[in-house]
């Protein structure tokens, strides 16, 4: 008595899922293509190539935009991998000593692969382009 409720309850579920013998096999003989498995509601139209089974899609490509400066090549190499180029340019303008602890965090704490001649060279680039003196703030 006890297992009655559990017993109700799967009764229902494939009661309810249309898992007959009919459907099952115009399922299986192909009769029932381009329905949706799960609802079985008919598209609401007709697909443009039925004949063709290879879809595709053409997506926006969409540039990383990093102002030019020094030590660009530098910074889109190693930089973009893990942050968009918009996040990195919306950043407050920093003064060169706290870029060079910011990228020298992404190495240390991130595991950031960059040598050292290569975070030189996007300290430079962050600097030129995003530097506190260019707001008036601290000289290079």
């Known amino acids: 008595m006890r297992n009655m409720p559990a017993f ?17 096999a115009a399922m299986r003989d192909g009769e029932m ?38 030590g660009r090549d530098a910074f889109v190499t190693a930089c973009i991998v ?14 060169r000593a706290v870029w060079k602890g910011i990228v020298q965090k992404m190495i240390d704490t991130y595991g950031a692969h960059i040598a050292p001649a290569q975070a030189a060279e996007i300290v430079n680039y962050l600097v030129a382009t995003n530097g506190a003196h260019l707001v008036g703030g601290e000289s290079d």
């Open 33 to 70: 293509e381009g329905m949706d498995a799960m609802t079985l509601s008919r598209p609401s139209s007709p697909p443009s190539h039925p004949s063709s089974p290879v879809h595709s899609i053409s997506l926006p490509h969409d540039e990383a935009y990093a102002p030019p400066g020094p």
């Open 82 to 95: 893990c942050h968009s180029p918009r996040y990195i340019t919306s950043q407050p303008p920093f003064s």
């Open 8 to 24: 109700l309850l799967i009764l229902a579920l494939v009661a309810g899922a249309g898992c007959n013998r009919r459907g099952s």
